[in-house]
């Protein structure tokens, strides 16, 4: 069937929309650079430890996981990292890779994706 001239209009206006915000979206990220790259501040000599206090909300985050699955607490642990440091350096990643026993390229891949994660120094 053919579709009335106004309702085609109206349909190829609304594709057009989504993918210029689609396009958009992909062109500003989540802050630019998707890689790492080392600076003083940020390298993965940079020392970054856990408090204790904050090390026994880690694991009381990874309780409410089912036993094997540690890795599903990749996102609440980067943001205790995050709130603890003020930005999340690449050592925290590290480390949460570490204590979640996965490879830190994974928990780079959730930092990366997520915007909710400030992987710079933000301001003051």
């Given at each position: ?21 689609h ?11 998707f ?9 993965p ?6 408090t204790?206090?904050n ?12 036993e ?6 990749t ?35 959730v ?8 992987r ?5």
């Amino acid at each position: 069937m053919f579709l009335p001239l106004a309702l085609r209009s109206a349909v190829s206006h609304a594709g057009r929309q989504v993918r210029s915000l689609h396009r958009s979206a992909v062109r500003t990220g989540a802050g630019g650079v998707f890689v790492h790259r080392d600076t003083p501040e940020n390298n993965p000599d940079t020392p970054f430890e856990f408090t204790p206090e904050n090390m026994k909300r880690v694991e009381a985050i990874i309780t409410n996981y089912p036993e094997g699955h540690k890795q599903a607490a990749t996102i609440p642990v980067l943001d205790l990292a995050q709130r603890q440091h003020g930005w999340l350096p690449i050592s925290a990643m590290n480390k949460v890779a570490e204590i979640l026993d996965v490879s830190p390229m994974r928990v780079h891949e959730v930092a990366t994706f997520y915007t909710m994660f400030n992987r710079q120094p933000v301001g003051k």
